[in-house]
């Protein structure tokens, strides 16, 4: 889960299903990407990569990866 509240704009929350986000299929398109911008990581290593993500969500489930506040007010908030 992805919040973004904003001071002066639009609040987002955007719910992104693991199980969609962390396959095969987007381990091969992001390790293309990280290659194309000088990174270097297979397929396989971004596929283990989710593997982890999706075992730790497993393991432990409402983990707060990163809650910011700025000093505007802007206020972002990311779940796993």
Same mark, same amino acid.
């Given at each position: 889960?992805?919040?973004?509240?904003?001071?002066?704009?639009?609040?987002?929350?955007?719910?992104?299903?693991?199980?969609?986000?962390?396959?095969?299929?987007? *381990?091969?398109? *992001? *390790?293309?990407?990280?290659?194309?911008?000088?990174?270097?990581?297979?397929?396989?290593?971004? *596929?283990?990569?989710?593997?982890?993500?999706?075992?730790?969500?497993?393991?432990?489930?409402?983990?707060?990866?990163?809650?910011?506040?700025?000093?505007?007010?802007? =206020?972002? =908030?990311?779940?796993?």
């Amino acid at each position: 889960i992805v919040k973004v509240r904003s001071k002066d704009g639009p609040n987002l929350l955007i719910p992104i299903p693991t199980g969609l986000f962390c396959n095969r299929l987007t *381990a091969g398109i *992001a *390790a293309k990407a990280m290659a194309q911008n000088g990174w270097n990581a297979t397929p396989e290593q971004m *596929a283990k990569l989710f593997r982890v993500i999706r075992e730790c969500k497993r393991r432990f489930p409402g983990w707060v990866i990163t809650e910011v506040e700025s000093a505007d007010g802007d =206020y972002v =908030y990311v779940k796993l």
